[in-house]
Structure formats: C-alpha cells, structure tokens
C-alpha cells in the first residue's frame, strides 16, 4: 500500500526556520510592531529547541565596564587570525548590552555583587542563572503580536525563483503530513553542523557531543542547494571540552582561571598560544607526543570555587557535576582530564555560514540569516545570536516596504514527490545509521577529524569527496517507515550537502592558518595570499569557489543590491575566482 502525506498550504508575511536563540529574537523584535504575519517553524519545541535546551551560565560576549564595542571586534579579530568580518562585527557589538538588558527584564537571572553590578567573568563575560534562558526566549517569541509557532516541522527546502525566496517545504516529524508555506522573506536560523565526523564517544553514546547533535547543517544545506554564497566553512570549530561528559571548559579556565596541564605536570598553554584553536592545538599536540593525558589544574582551588562550579555545571551541563559527585572526588581534589572534541561547522565561534550583509540578508533576494548559521563574525555566543535576530527582523521589515507578488511556481510538488518516495521504497541491505556512520568515517579518516589529530591533506580530501558522493547515490535507495525515519535520512543528506561543500573549502585554503581548525599538511605554514575569505556557491553539480577580499574600515556599510532579474550586484569586493 502506497504512502503518501497530506499536504496543507500556509501563507505568512515572514517564515522563520528554527525556533532556536536568533529565531525567537527575531520573531519578538517583528512583534514588537506586529504589522507583518510571523511563522515560526521548528522541528522540536521551541520551549526547549537549539543550543540553549539545557541552559548556560554565562553571556560570554558583553560589553564591560571600561569597554567598547571595538574592543570585542579586536579580539574577536585577533583570535580568528583577521579572517572576520569586521562591519558585521561591529554592528553586533553594538547590541550585545541592549539583548542582554531585554531578557534581564523578561525574567533572566543575572548575578550581580554588593554595589548592583553585574558579576564579570573575564573581560567579555558574565554570570547568570541560565537554565531556564530558552523557556524565557520561547515565552518573548510565542506571546508576540502576529506570531505563529508550528513546532515538529521540519523543513528540508527553499522555494526559490529567479533568485527571490518566495517560502518553504518541510513535513511534521510525528505525523503523515507535508507543509508548503509562501513567505515574502525567510530568516534563515537553524544553527551549523554537528555530526559530519566521527564523534568522541562511540556506539549508544555517539550522539553525546559538544554541539547538539538535533543541528545537521539543514540551514547551510538549504540555502546551499539554492544557490546562496556561503563563506568560511574551512575556519571549522573544535572545542576543548571536559573528557567523556564533554562538558564546558570555559567555566573552569576563566571561572576559577584553571591553567591547562600535562601528564607530567607541566602547564602548556602559553607554549602554544592562547587562541581558541591553539588551547585545542596544544592539547592535541601533548597528547601525540606523549605527554598525556591533559588537564585543566583545579586541584588549588578551595572549597567556596569548587561548590561554584558545581552550581554553575547545573546550569548548563549537570552530567559534569554528576560525574564529581558520583566520583567522589570533586574539581578541588582532582585535576579535570580535557580533550577535543570532532569537528563543527558553526558561525557562532568561528567564521562559517552563509556570507550577509550589515542587514543579514544573504545573496538569495528575501533570504536572512542570523545566529548560527550566519557567517563572518565569530564568537557571537548566546548574546551574538540574538543581536543578529533583532538586526535581522530590521531588515526584513525594510525589504517587506518593497511592492512584489509571490510568485506561483509548483516546483514544491517535486519535493512532495521526493518525500513520498522515501516512504514508499522497498527495505535495503543498507540502514540509515550504516549511511551515517560511513559518512563520519569517510570524513574523521581523510577530512581531518579525531583519529587524524585533525590533521588532512589533499590527497586525502580528494578520496573523501569520491566517497561521499557515493555515499550519496545510496540515499536514493533509503527505506522510511514512517516521518520520523523520513526526518534521520533528510539530516544524512544535509550533512553530506555540507560535508562537500567544506572539503572544497579545506582544499581552496592551501595554507595553515588555524592550527587544528584547519590543520592542511599539504600547505603547513600561513601564506599571506590567503587574507581573503574563501566563498562558494554551488553551479549545477560543481561547487565554484570565490575568493572575496577583508571586509575593513572602507566597507562599514555593506548592502547587498540586486538587477533586475533578482541577482546580487554587489557582494563586497571583487570576484576571484580559482
């Protein structure tokens, strides 16, 4: 018997895919107002969805006494070796403290000492009670004036024409029904890409990562297969993070200012530098050459500092607190074991998602994108994610004063078709887990992943791109019983979409800028040819690569302009190609 679903059409003014930190923002910043139809489709529950599910205990970009925005587009600069966008940097930091002063007042517990100041951690950071920072997001978002959530949708594509978004197609996760939904603009917040290399912990536990493992990169793929020009996927993210639990570290090394450590006892850290990639570089490295394992020296820490980080793990990662007190042995007895975790694509803490300009508008007329997914400015975190919500919500509202019919394209029919064929294929010799496991396979072993010490060449790239695209061709033949098992098979072919699209950038970059994040064996050492943002937009089958020039002082105000045919005249600088 033949499997179809029912299909229901939805028309709003604004759709908004993901309902996680950037797409609740926006939708209460286009609330605030209320003119425009807002939909928010989310494949959990917005009240627990994205990076913030569990809760954090820290916004670890804010603007501290005595500085000013400039100062966190420095370091944020500095940390990413210059290949940042400095405008889209500058106009978040301009906002950090406005968000952040706006979930204080909807609710957010942020700790303050003596004298009513909030309590800093670092130069950048400070404490909160952040466990229930979602639900408040999800509250500010869902209560908004002309604000719609669909939640267990999930949507797999972008209905595109002649350049211009015009909506979406996706399908509910629980039930045998397909959405199509006309949207004059489409914010783009899905979060980046967890899950395209092997992980840290196998078998069961194999979903027990840094990054939630929900988020495929469903974001970049979408916007990939329509023809967006993405940016920087090379600069990938690794995390130090807590051995097993991979929990947090940050809380530890700034929170009680931890130094890392080796198995002989030797601190490390400044051997190596203290950017992001080198704290990983440096761990790595120890590791290879023997003197593992690594730390983080907790054991001088007293008793108050020690009963802190056990709150502050509750917060954001109670597994880390669990594992203390089920051990025995607290942080102030017992040095915490480190490691890297695979590595992410993610436009929070590093540069890659789709290139934007001041008003998160990507180069697809009508498309934004913030949070995650948005690339050029590093180190958003929490704060970031929603300062780009509310500039995005400003831009949509400026392109919505524009006069334009959607247009009336069926192409969406293919996609339903494409749905209906998953569900109606007969059972394989090959599973969905078998696909995703070779996936991660192909990239931990010739792409740079755990096994490798993130270490990859271009011979090995090559094979990786073969293998993939083979595994590809096997997708076709993936059995769905239900839209449950429709949903695994659609994030497999995301993370393969984005896998490829991040091979051709590991290759583009023939230098070794971020060790670890990028670590090319082939190009070893920095080439300072390669001052330029790696860009690619995909051509038919191909993937083409664009070389764009830094984006600095003489391009503060970057917006993207379009012909008459809806495509993008101006993209900062000029084109490149190799």
């Known amino acids: 018997m033949l499997k179809n679903l029912s299909v229901e059409q939805l028309k709003t003014d604004v759709l908004i895919i993901g309902g996680g930190t950037a797409g609740c923002y926006c939708a209460y ?53 210059g290949i940042v966008r400095e405008d889209l940097l500058l106009s978040i930091s301009e ?39 979602k639900p408040i997001l999800a509250k500010m978002a869902s209560e908004s004036d002309n604000v719609t959530v669909i939640n267990h949708v999930n949507i797999t594509d972008l209905l595109v024409e002649k350049n211009r978004i015009y909506g979406a197609v996706g399908f509910d996760v629980n039930e045998a029904k397909a959405y199509v939904i006309f949207a004059k603009a489409v914010l783009m917040a899905t979060g980046g890409a967890a899950g395209l290399y092997r992980p840290n912990n196998p078998g069961f536990s194999r979903h027990k990562m840094w990054y939630p493992p929900f988020n495929t990169g469903a974001g970049y793929a979408m916007g990939i297969n329509a023809g967006a020009e993405m940016t920087t996927f090379e600069m990938r993210f690794i995390a130090l993070r807590c051995k097993d639990t991979i929990a947090p570290t940050g809380t530890i090394a700034q929170g009680v200012r931890a130094k890392q450590m080796n198995g002989l006892g030797e601190i490390y850290e400044t051997k190596y530098g203290v ?19 690594c730390y983080l020296k907790t054991d001088v820490i007293s008793k108050a500092q020690e009963e802190d980080l056990y709150k502050a793990y509750l917060n954001m990662a109670p597994s880390q607190t669990l594992k203390w007190l089920e051990g025995g042995q607290g942080p102030s007895e017992q040095n915490v074991e480190i490691e890297g975790t695979e590595p992410y694509i993610v ?37 970031g994610a929603l300062a780009e919500g509310k500039l995005a919500a400003a831009g949509i509202e400026e392109y919505l004063k524009e006069d334009f019919e959607l247009v009336s394209s ?25 696909v995703e ?11 740079g992943g755990i096994t490798k010490s993130y270490q990859f060449n271009e011979t090995g790239l090559k094979l990786a791109k073969e293998k993939l695209e083979g595994l590809q061709q096997v997708l076709n033949t993936l059995k769905a019983n239900d839209t449950d098992e429709l949903l695994q098979i659609y994030e497999i072919k995301e993370r393969l979409t984005v896998s490829l699209s991040l091979i051709e950038h590991l290759k583009a970059r ?14 070893p050492n920095v080439d300072d040819n390669y001052n330029v943002y790696i860009n690619s937009v995909k051509t038919g089958d191909g993937i083409k690569i664009i070389k764009r020039p830094l984006v600095v002082d003489d391009y503060k105000n970057i917006i993207f302009t379009f012909n008459g045919d809806g495509n993008i005249q101006y993209a900062g600088g000029e084109i490149d190609e190799r």
């Open 95 to 133: 906002n950090l403290n406005d968000v952040t002063h706006t979930l204080e007042k909807e609710g957010l517990v942020i700790l303050k000492d003596e004298n009513g100041k909030y309590v800093t951690r670092g130069d950048r950071n400070i404490k909160i009670n952040g466990e229930n920072i």
């Open 275 to 293: 950017a992001t990639c080198e704290r990983v570089y440096g761990t790595t490295l120890e590791n290879k050459e023997g003197r593992g394992p």
């Open 510 to 523: 023939k230098e070794t800028r971020w060790h670890s994040f990028g670590e090319n064996m082939s190009y």
């Open 29 to 81: 910043t286009l609330g605030l107002s209320g003119s425009h139809k807002v939909l928010i489709a989310e494949k959990a529950n917005i009240k627990r969805s994205g990076c913030l599910a569990a809760g954090v205990n820290a916004i670890n970009a804010y603007i501290t006494e005595g500085k000013v925005p400039q100062d966190y587009v420095n370091y944020c600069k500095k940390d990413a070796k």
């Open 410 to 434: 069926n192409v969406w029919e293919k996609i339903l078709a494409n749905y209906d064929e998953y569900l109606n294929n007969p059972i394989g010799n090959i599973t969905i887990s078998q």
């Open 347 to 383: 436009g929070g803490h590093t540069a890659s998602g789709y290139w934007v300009d001041n008003n998160r508008a990507t180069t697809v007329r009508g498309l934004y994108a913030a949070g995650d997914v948005a690339g050029g400015a590093p180190q958003k975190y929490v704060t």
């Open 437 to 447: 496991e070779a996936m991660q396979k192909v990239m931990d072993e010739y792409a």
